[in-house]
Structures are given as structure tokens and as C-alpha cells.
């Protein structure tokens, strides 16, 4: 046990029990790194809060005697947002992991921030109630408001900073706030929730989250449309998205990706440019989406569209969708993936992609691109070998020209995944004198700069 983590265990015991305080190797390794491709930096102990008063406790003591936080999910990050680069001590929430209330009348819940997507789900499935915000991981939802998750459905449901209500904060010196209420909407004062949502652990430690959920539609029906070309695919998409047509997900995966679905899966999708889509609605409003959809994306050159409308069909689809990551991963053994994401106007979506597929070719690396196509996000992921240097260079390259394209379209250099580590440099470019008001912020509610440092501002 190194010096520190002798020190602040003994300090810690005074506010957590000792079973809830380690500097285990294996604990601290665990805590060192998310699933992104960044170096690992261990933490000096990491902690198992049960309750707002303990957080309180040890954030006092950190802030006190300037010792570094950094909040801690399930470590499904993909920028390097947990990654304690200066030590100190890890948050960990799982144990508070209780969905305290569910409002089906509001159409609200109040979680901890270690409930995780899926445990959500589970459980409003039984008044026929859903969370909608899906970023493929089964994060934890005090992790996935921390980066603003999105995912495959927020191009009808909205983002994490759409559907967080409120947020009870412990700041830096220890005073809890909440920063919203139970309201849809709100006209009065500064929107602290928004503020809040995305801060990746620098402004303060969520504690309790009220979300908004909504109802399980009568009728769900997925559905897959072929494609020639990436820029028929997204015209195609776009057209639908301007005719009104109510579209719940409209995901792009492009041919290499479809190729490596069927490796990992043994299944036989045409392994061409395909958009994956799911409608939510009443019987009679679904089948009409489906056929409104289906012949407009025969103008567009689409050359397959089947759909699937039991859950179990479903199911595997999406199922395709989200662990594409981890099959590029498991075809790669001792690679990481670099997996970066912007966000473009639609109206530049098509020309965006093309040339994020140009870059990595020109790199030479294996690569993928996938998208949130309904609301102009999408990923390139990168198969490489983060020792090797060459190919970090390739790989930095591929990404500094995906995000140089985006901002010069007036899109943003992530759209999902956060900042971290990886978008810093990034931040002058597209803030501009704008970004002083963000350091300025967080001057105010962390002087001593304890909260995950090192993130978002270099």
C-alpha cells in the first residue's frame, strides 16, 4: 500500500466503514482506465459511498485538504472521463444503486446515479413505462448524465440533457443543491440542470437523479434498408426526418461494419451500407410509417428493406447494432479501438461520412463508421495498437481530420461521447472566447480544482 493510499485510508475510515474503502491492486487497476484507448492512471483508494451524507463527508475532507475526486460509474466511458489522473480518490456508486421512486402519473423516476440503464428499464417495464435514452452500454445513469449520453434514440427522445429533471449535487466544498425540479419546463433563472448535464465530474458529484420517462408503445417494428452508397443511405434518412415521419431510431452502418456483424453473429445480412430503423407508435400509425418509408426509400436507391416486428427479431438486430465495438475487439486480440464521434448539420451528414471513410482508408488502419444518423452523429472506430506508435499517429491523424471537417461545417467535435481526454484540444477552436466562461465556471465552483482534474480543459 503506497504512502498516500495508507494516509487516506486511515482519513476516510473516519466517514466510511473500513469494508467500503480499498487500495486493492486489482481494485485500483479496475479504477484506472475506462474502455477507451487512453493510458490507465490508478487512484490512490477507492471508495463505496452509500448516501449523500457520506459524499459529503469525503468531499469535504478532499476538498479541505486538496486531494483530487473523480466520480466513477461502471468505467464504460469511451474519452477517458474517469481516469484519475492525478491520483487521489475514485468515487464508486455501485451501491447506490436504488430507484427510490417511480411517478407513473408524472412520468418521472428518482434513481441513484449507480442505477444502470437496463436495471431502469427492467423495472418501469412493469408499469409499461421506459427510459428511452440508450447509448448501447448498460451505463450507469449518473455516468451517462455526467458525458450527456445519447444513442440510438435520441432522434426522437432527446438526449440525457432532454430528460434529466434534476440533479442533487454535492459541491466542491461540500454544499448539496438540486438544480432543477419535477416541472417539464422552466422560465425562472439560469438552467443549472443543462450546466450540470455533461460536466464529466468537474463541477460536482451527483448523488440522486429525476428523469423523465415515457410510455412503451402499442406497436414497435424494426426494420433494415440496403443501400448502394453511404450518401443514398443518409439522403434517404434525411428526406424522412423532413416529411415528419416519427421515427424512433435510424442508425447507419457501413459495409465493412455489416461484414463484421455477420462474423460475430453467423448471421447473413447483405453486407452493404445499411440503415437499421425502429418505428414506435399505434398499429395502425406504424404500418402507415412503414409503408411511407419503404417507398420513399425506393427513390433513393434502396435495394433490400425487410422488418422485423416480434421482439425477439428485434432484438437481435439491435443487439448487432450495440456490440459492434466489442466484435471489431474480439476479431483484433490486444487491440483497442479508438472510437471517436462528432456531429454535423444533416445537411452535411452524407459529405461527412464519405470522407471520415476517405481518412481511414488513407490511414491504412481497419476501421468503422457508424451513425446516430437522424440527428447528424455518428463514429469512426479506429483498430489499433495504442504502444505502437505509428499507428497513434495514423489514428490521430484520421480523427484530427474527422473533427477539422465537422467544425468547419459548424458541427461540434463530439456529440456523445464527451470530452475527456481525448477532445481538449479541440475546445478553443470551437468555443472560442466562449470557453473562458466555461474555466470561469468552473473557478467559481471548484477554486481548488479538485473535481476529476485534468478534463475538459487541459
Known amino acids: 500500500m503506497k504512502v498516500m493510499g495508507i494516509y487516506l485510508f486511515k482519513e476516510l475510515k473516519q466517514f466510511v466503514p473500513e469494508d467500503r474503502l480499498s487500495t486493492n491492486e486489482t481494485i485500483l487497476e479496475n479504477h484506472s482506465k475506462d474502455e477507451s484507448f487512453h493510458p490507465a492512471c490508478r487512484p490512490d483508494i477507492v471508495v463505496f459511498p452509500k448516501n449523500t451524507d457520506e459524499i459529503v463527508k469525503i468531499v469535504r475532507f478532499a476538498n479541505q485538504n486538496e486531494i483530487p475526486i473523480v466520480p466513477f460509474g461502471i468505467g464504460s466511458g469511451l474519452e477517458g472521463q474517469v481516469i484519475p489522473l492525478k491520483g487521489g ?21 428518482r434513481v441513484e446515479p449507480g442505477v444502470t440503464r437496463k436495471q431502469l428499464n427492467k423495472e418501469l417495464g412493469k408499469y409499461g413505462l421506459f427510459f428511452s435514452v440508450d447509448p448501447g452500454a448498460d451505463a450507469s445513469l449518473g455516468g451517462m448524465a455526467a458525458t450527456n449520453a445519447s444513442g440510438t434514440t435520441a432522434v426522437r427522445y432527446g438526449t440525457m440533457k432532454e430528460n434529466v429533471r434534476n440533479l442533487k449535487v454535492v459541491l466542491a466544498d461540500g454544499k448539496v443543491i438540486d438544480t432543477g425540479g419535477k416541472a417539464k419546463k422552466s422560465s425562472s433563472g439560469y438552467h443549472l440542470t443543462e450546466l450540470f448535464v455533461g460536466s464529466e465530474g468537474t463541477l460536482g458529484v451527483f448523488t440522486e437523479l429525476t428523469l423523465q420517462v415515457f410510455g412503451i408503445s402499442e406497436t414497435i417494428m424494426a426494420a433494415r434498408a440496403v443501400f448502394p452508397s453511404v450518401r443514398q443511405a443518409c439522403e434517404a434518412a434525411v428526406s424522412l426526418l423532413r416529411i415528419g415521419v416519427p421515427i424512433a431510431r435510424v442508425e447507419l452502418v457501413d459495409d465493412r461494419s455489416m461484414k463484421q456483424i455477420n462474423i460475430a ?20 400509425s406504424v404500418e402507415n410509417d412503414v409503408h411511407i418509408t419503404k417507398e420513399m426509400f425506393l427513390g433513393y436507391g434502396c435495394q433490400q428493406f425487410e422488418f422485423e416486428s416480434d421482439s425477439n427479431g428485434r432484438l437481435r438486430l ?6 459492434l465495438f466489442y466484435a471489431y475487439l474480439h476479431s483484433n486480440p490486444g487491440k483497442k479501438m479508438m472510437n471517436t464521434d462528432v456531429c454535423v448539420p444533416l445537411s452535411k451528414l452524407g459529405d461527412a461520412i464519405e470522407k471520415s471513410r476517405d481518412f481511414i482508408e488513407q490511414s491504412g488502419l481497419t476501421g468503422t463508421v457508424v451513425g446516430h444518423i437522424g440527428d447528424g452523429n455518428f463514429h469512426a472506430g479506429l483498430i489499433l495498437d495504442p504502444k505502437n506508435p505509428i499507428d497513434m499517429e495514423r489514428a490521430n491523424w484520421v480523427n484530427e481530420q474527422i473533427v477539422d ?11 456523445e461521447h464527451g470530452v475527456g481526454l481525448g477532445k481538449m484540444k479541440y475546445q478553443r477552436r470551437e468555443h472560442g472566447e466562449g470557453l473562458e466562461i466555461m474555466k470561469n465556471i468552473k473557478k467559481v465552483l471548484d477554486p481548488k480544482g479538485i473535481l476529476n482534474p485534468g478534463k475538459i480543459f487541459s
Open 318 to 323: 439491435w443487439d448487432a447494432r450495440h456490440n
Open 265 to 284: 453473429t453467423g448471421s447473413n445480412y447483405k453486407e452493404q451500407v445499411t440503415l437499421f430503423l425502429e418505428f414506435h407508435g399505434s398499429k395502425v
Open 89 to 109: 480518490i475514485s468515487i464508486d456508486f455501485q451501491l447506490m444503486n436504488k430507484i427510490i421512486e417511480i411517478n407513473p402519473h408524472d412520468l418521472l423516476v
Open 405 to 415: 471537417f465537422a467544425l468547419i461545417q459548424g458541427g461540434t467535435c463530439t456529440g
